[in-house]
Structures are given as structure tokens and as C-alpha cells.
């Protein structure tokens, strides 16, 4: 399908100009832009996504808050799952249906999820895209501090279904 193939790249373009993504999150995810979500990494099989520790995010223990965490967890998985759905034909509809996180270390400084899901997402999208049927994938994230030491690991299964024309 080179015309898929083509509308991932340039979302893909889309998520890795500062500027357009910036406005993206503005638009469309604005606390994730408040907390200075960046994808800092993105191909057919990962996506990386960093949240800083900064005012915003703390909690009172002087780590980031989980909540900020969760969302660049989620936004690694998302941005594989909208690389197969952008400008699709048909259209595919995303969505989370469950969330399991794991918390290994205190989150402080620079944070970085990484995501290696992108081929079952891609199977899973075109799935979907031959059968009509709702198809789940679970996506795996883990986080890891500046020294490359896990902090935390998320699990979100996303449903993705084919639009009826």
C-alpha cells in the first residue's frame, strides 16, 4: 500500500517538526503541551516520547506527577497507532480500553517512553482496514530516566476499528 506508506511519512514529518506538533498539542492535547511533551524519536517500529521534570509536572514529592508520565507513555503508543491511521481509507477510529503501569524508580529530570510496538500496530491497523472488525493491540512503553535507568512501564491496549463508509 504505497499510499498508506505515504501518509505515515508525512505524519511522521507532521510529529518531528517542533513547530507544527507544538500547534498539534495546542490544538488538540493542550495539558500535554502545558507539561513540554516532545516525540523525540519516531519510525515504522518505535516512537519515543520525553517529558521534562519541571514546575508543571512535580508532584510534592519532587518527582514528576504520574499523571504527566502516563501521558507521554500514551502519546509514544498513539503517535504508532495515528502513523496508521492518518488519512486512511478507510477511515480507523482509535481509542484507549485499558491501562496497566508499573512504577520502578522515582521519575526526575529529563524522561524518555519508548515504544517498539509498531509492527503489531501496523498488523493490527490493517487487520481492521481488510475485516471491518474491531481489533485490540496491546502497546508496551517504558520509561527510563537520563542515565538509561527504568522508571516506570505502561501497557495500553487500543481498540481500532474501521469506519463503515
Not at 515504522?44 to 520525553?50: G, H, L, M, S, Y
Request: charged share 20%; glycine share 6%; proline share 4%.
Amino acid at each position: 500500500m504505497p499510499n498508506q506508506t505515504n501518509h505515515a511519512a508525512a505524519f511522521r514529518g507532521l510529529v518531528l517538526s517542533p513547530v507544527k506538533f507544538r500547534l498539534f498539542l495546542l490544538a488538540r492535547l493542550p495539558m500535554a503541551y502545558l507539561a513540554g511533551l516532545r516525540v523525540t524519536d519516531i519510525s515504522e517500529a518505535k516512537a519515543t516520547v520525553r517529558v521534562p521534570y519541571k514546575y508543571l509536572n512535580k508532584n510534592p514529592f519532587k518527582s514528576i506527577y504520574f499523571a504527566c508520565l502516563s501521558m507521554a507513555a500514551e502519546l509514544s503508543t498513539g503517535v504508532l497507532c495515528m502513523t496508521q491511521v492518518y488519512k486512511s481509507q478507510p477511515a480507523v477510529s482509535m481509542l484507549v480500553v485499558r491501562m496497566d503501569a508499573e512504577f520502578t524508580k522515582k521519575a526526575i529530570g529529563k524522561i524518555s517512553f519508548t515504544c517498539h510496538d509498531g509492527q503489531a500496530i501496523a498488523a493490527a491497523a490493517a487487520k481492521t482496514k481488510a475485516t471491518g472488525e474491531g481489533v485490540t493491540v496491546v502497546a508496551t512503553s517504558v520509561g527510563t530516566d537520563e542515565s538509561g535507568e527504568p522508571v516506570a512501564t505502561f501497557r495500553f491496549t487500543w481498540s481500532l476499528k474501521a469506519k463503515r463508509k
